[in-house]
């Protein structure tokens, strides 16, 4: 027999803490005490992503969200829900409140997520073309073939105010508009999901959990600028994203959305892939262009812009997974429906892949202007392993650092750049007090070094010589000047790069020397690197109060540089050291330290 | 199937709402949803949909439908499996493996009760029914 009632307490780390086993023990208890044991179960769940108004208890079938429940509030939970039947209204969560994000009026607010983007990600089987056709899949497209003119497209695009979510953030609609009033007999679409920022993942998850979204989009763009032809250029690391997409547009052809005359509308569409061999620079849209007509993917000087002379100099709208995910709800929905969601510099929601030093690491989907707080500590579920929040980096190896201060600045495209960071593609990685601000910047640097394609000096030298400074001064060799000069080379590559990745490349530097100076002015003065982190500025010394001669970590050494007699403190040979680490995590006692 | 006009696109989403939103999937009024986008396919997706066909075959179940879906953006607890039984709330369970997926069958679908622990939240309404 099914219960009645299903009554979920929160087991995250956050809830617990705050004592939600005591509640869940009361719940048992108090449904045992007014005999309705057997008809409801009390089960333990994880994080509802709402840590901050934890602990969290929620009722169902009435999907009732109580917050901040105490131990105490149990009797009242099964006398009143469960019993009588009524809510308990003190502890309900007030959905007003959380309103002030989203404005679509009849959605229920206590969940910070809206998804616009992930729509069908984790509802329908992507490999089903039936169930995208269930939610509204093609509704869009019926509409723009039938019943609007490419005026009347562009003009809803406009109307939503959809900025391009693939990193500069270009309203779409603008692009779009060039391609239409160029004269032109042929003329392409192309979906960027060659997605190469450390950390980021949002698109291959939107292809792979959603494919229809992205074909009927850029069907759609096709008659408004009068593109008969699609590309999609994506990675070859993306087995099943390219899966997906083969089995998608198998099936959209097979029932006539995709290829010649389209619902019998007249309008031929059709869509082919091209895969990518991985190079970060090949995601830059002139890059990517030359890649898919075969020559080696470096970009080229715009203008012309794509829009208006692209692929074989054809006007080409290329745009990237996110933004043509977003386009069919606009089409369907309307621009006006779109535009009310999100903050006022950018409308609509953005897609995050937050991942590093956190509780819940996912994909999360909120409206713009959702804060970074909100991200981190409700959604994420704070910092793992208690540590300290230090810094979320944001726009990838062209963006930067947010630190503390600017945890409550909404995240939009005109707020980031105001605190010298950018929206970038959506990676978010977040760091605690065990990261060393100076080889963070290290590690984008290191990554950019590599994926400059070298056709132009300020990116291939300037990046290659800001490396090699960060290193010296990870050594522990720098000196006050390397601040200069490391300022002087990035104003350099920010002005004299033709494509954005050097032009961008030294941001997460002067970001990271701008929020953490004191953590470079330690490496270069102090000699020492705060967080631990850099190798050569460290030491492992065992304190000889604490050990107690175990021998222990002189077995697992590597390097066999401990030494000592058992049951005699031990020491390290700094010499022969290599700070691998493995003896500190050996120790019973906690005797080893690093300095 | 061969192509179709305007009218039939109208019909055929019309029908497909229908089955959804009943969960009719060729006469199963039950169903057991993997997400298998890549997160979940690495954390062992794939092992877990094989010990649901597998259970469900020992004990002779036969209307449970097992299906695929993407990523619901639960990475830290994939893999996630989302359960639909009538008359009980859909599910949704994070770090299932094949023991769990046992557990599932057993408890949540023949004995109508929810699995402790594993019970996550969906991270978003959906905007359909908005
Ligand atoms: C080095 C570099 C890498 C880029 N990588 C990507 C990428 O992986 N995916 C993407 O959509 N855009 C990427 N872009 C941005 C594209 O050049 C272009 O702005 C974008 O595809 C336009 O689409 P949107 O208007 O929809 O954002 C990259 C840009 C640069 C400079
Ligand atoms: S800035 Fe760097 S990546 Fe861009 S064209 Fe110049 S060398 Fe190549
Ligand atoms: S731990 Fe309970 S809501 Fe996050």
Known sequence: ??????????????????????????????????????????????????????????????????????????????????????????????????????????????????????????????????????????????????????????????????????????????????????ESDIKYVVCNADEGDPGAYMDRSTLEGDPHSVLEAMTICGKAIGAHQGFIYIRAEYPLAIHRLEVAMAQSKELGLLGKDILGSGFDFDIEIRLGAGAFVCGEETALLQSIMGHRGMPVPRPPFPAVKGLWEKPTVINNVETWANIPVIIHKGGEWFSKIGDEDSHGTKVFALTGKICNSGLVEVPMGTTLREIVYDIGGGIAHGKKFKAVQTGGPSGGVITSENLDTPIDFGSLVKIGSMMGSGGMIVMDEDDCMVDVAKFYLNFTVDESCGKCMPCRIGGKTMLGILEKITDGKGTMKDLDTLTEIANTMRKASLCALGQTSPNPVMSTMKFFRDEYIAHIVDKKCPAGKCKKLISYVIDPAKCKGCTACARKCPVSCISGSLKQPHTIDQTKCIKCGTCIQTCKFGAISIQ | MAKISLEELRKLREQKQDALQKRDLAGKDSQIIVGMGTCGIAAGAKTVLDEFLKVLDEEKIENVAVTQTGCMGLCYVEPTVEVIVPGMPATIYGKVDAAVAREIVKSHVIGKKLVTDHIYDRPSVDIMKA
Not at chain 1, 64 to 79: G, M
Not at chain 1, 158 to 172: M, Q, V, Y
């Open chain 1, 1 to 182: 027999m099914a219960f009645r009632n299903y009554i979920l307490v929160c087991g995250g780390t956050a809830c617990e803490s705050s004592r939600s086993q005591q509640i869940f023990d009361n719940l048992k208890l108090e449904a045992e005490k007014q005999g309705v044991a057997d008809e409801v179960q009390i089960v333990q769940t994880g994080c509802f992503g709402f840590c901050e108004q934890g602990p969290i208890v929620k009722i169902l079938p009435e999907d009732s969200f109580y917050v901040k429940v105490a131990p105490e509030d149990a009797h009242e939970l099964i006398a009143e829900h469960i019993i009588k039947g009524r809510e308990v209204k003190r502890l309900l969560y007030d959905k007003e409140k959380a309103a002030k994000h989203a404005q679509v009026e009849d959605i229920k607010f206590y969940q910070k997520q809206f998804r616009i983007v992930l729509r069908n990600c984790g509802f329908i089987d992507p490999e089903n073309i039936n169930e995208y056709i269930a939610r509204d899949g093609y509704a869009a497209l019926e509409k723009a073939l039938f019943e609007m003119t490419p005026e009347d497209i562009i003009e809803q695009l406009k109307i939503a105010g959809l900025r391009g979510r693939g990193g500069a953030g270009f309203p779409t609609w603008m692009k779009w508009n060039f391609s239409k009033n160029v």
